[in-house]
């Protein structure tokens, strides 16, 4: 028996608990930010630069907050699954990310948050990076160092570096089961 036939398919949901500290933090950073973007407390000396950026930041922090809260509220399901054959994480994409098309899995680190990237082959790369808001945050992401597929932990009930740790053994095993594998035809003699 192989290495990839004792490797049991996985199905990662969202953890309540991480949720909720998501959400609290989001509250926490929207009404900071409205209450400077909104002067609730009549200090003068703001300029013009700290109540624009603060504005900004209530519409990212709020957005996020809702979109932790809706996550909350609906996420019933797994939705990152891993088996021998592939990686699905259905907050990217429905399709399966085959451990044949990942070239490398490596962390990306951003304070103690542990991200996964996972460096897909160019042509299969393309089907990840389809509509302008994909491709904006792709952009980012290239920017900061993390140039691939991301694969967050964040709200999950698995932590970055055991995800981390998890996709390297199913990548290699699969990698083995692949390599390992008798040819499907034979060779033509000529």
């Given at each position: 028996?192989?290495?990839?036939?004792?490797?049991?398919?996985?199905?990662?949901?969202?953890?309540?608990?991480?949720?909720?500290?998501?959400?609290?933090?989001?509250?926490?950073?929207?009404?900071?930010?409205?209450?400077?973007?909104?002067?609730?407390?009549?200090?003068?000396?703001?300029?013009?630069?700290?109540?624009?950026?603060?504005?900004?930041?209530?519409?990212?922090?709020?957005?996020?907050?809702?979109?932790?809260?809706?996550?909350?509220?609906?996420?019933?399901?797994?939705?990152?699954?891993?088996?021998?054959?592939?990686?699905?994480?259905?907050?990217?994409?429905?399709?399966?990310?085959?451990?044949?098309?990942?070239?490398?899995?490596?962390?990306?680190?951003?304070?103690?948050?542990?991200?996964?990237?996972?460096?897909?082959d160019p042509l299969i790369a393309d089907r990840f990076d389809v509509g302008l808001l994909k491709?904006?945050?792709?952009?980012?992401?290239?920017?900061?160092?993390?140039?691939?597929?991301?694969?967050?932990?964040?709200?999950?009930?698995?932590?970055?570096?055991?995800?981390?740790?998890?996709?390297?053994?199913?990548?290699?095993?699969?990698?083995?089961?692949?390599?390992?594998?008798?040819?499907?035809?034979?060779?033509?003699?000529?």
């Open positions: 028996m192989s290495v990839s036939q004792n490797l049991p398919n996985l199905a990662i949901g969202y953890s309540v608990p991480r949720l909720l500290k998501i959400l609290a933090g989001g509250l926490l950073l929207t009404l900071l930010s409205a209450a400077v973007a909104f002067n609730w407390f009549h200090v003068k000396t703001l300029s013009e630069f700290q109540i624009t950026a603060c504005y900004v930041g209530v519409a990212l922090f709020g957005f996020a907050t809702c979109r932790t809260l809706w996550r909350l509220v609906s996420a019933r399901q797994p939705v990152l699954f891993i088996t021998r054959v592939g990686l699905r994480d259905t907050r990217i994409a429905d399709d399966t990310i085959s451990w044949r098309s990942v070239r490398d899995i490596s962390a990306w680190r951003y304070r103690s948050q542990v991200v996964v990237v996972l460096k897909l491709r904006i945050v792709s952009m980012m992401n290239k920017a900061v160092g993390a140039e691939g597929v991301l694969v967050s932990p964040g709200g999950l009930t698995m932590d970055g570096e055991t995800l981390l740790e998890t996709c390297k053994q199913y990548w290699k095993a699969g990698r083995l089961a692949y390599t390992a594998r008798p040819a499907t035809e034979p060779e033509p003699v000529h």
